[in-house]
């Protein structure tokens, strides 16, 4: 019972904080990391295997969950992985990165 009630609290608690993404919610552009950004765009087939394996390029741990595109930016440099296919959400989500570094 004990075991049961501790495994159902930690899946509440888990999508409790998980990450809401609202394309819709405004928010402050006052503390952005950079004004400027030169952005390179690369659509791939796998978007886990290149994310991955651009996170780890860059002395990173690649990200351990699963991702849908991902962005990588280095003072005024940024660059965005999507899928061939993508959503004007993901990669609006990306090229906020490249302005506002992590934000979420």
């Given at each position: 019972?004990?075991i049961?009630?501790l495994i159902?609290s930690?899946c509440?608690a888990?999508n409790?904080?998980?990450?809401?993404?609202?394309?819709n919610k405004?928010f402050d552009?006052s503390n952005?990391?950079?004004?400027?950004?030169?952005i390179?765009?690369?659509?791939?087939?796998?978007?886990?295997k290149a994310?991955?394996?651009?996170?780890?390029?860059?002395?990173f741990n690649?990200?351990?969950?699963?991702?849908?595109?991902?962005?990588?930016?280095?003072?005024?440099?940024?660059?965005?992985?999507?899928?061939k296919?993508?959503?004007?959400?993901s990669?609006g989500?990306?090229?906020?990165h490249c302005?506002?570094g992590?934000?979420h």
């Amino acid at each position: 019972m004990k075991i049961t009630a501790l495994i159902i609290s930690l899946c509440v608690a888990t999508n409790a904080m998980a990450f809401n993404d609202d394309p819709n919610k405004p928010f402050d552009t006052s503390n952005n990391y950079t004004t400027q950004s030169t952005i390179t765009w690369r659509t791939v087939v796998d978007v886990q295997k290149a994310c991955e394996a651009e996170s780890r390029k860059r002395g990173f741990n690649g990200f351990g969950y699963g991702v849908q595109a991902c962005s990588f930016f280095d003072g005024n440099q940024c660059t965005i992985i999507t899928g061939k296919q993508t959503t004007m959400h993901s990669l609006g989500h990306e090229v906020r990165h490249c302005f506002q570094g992590n934000w979420h």
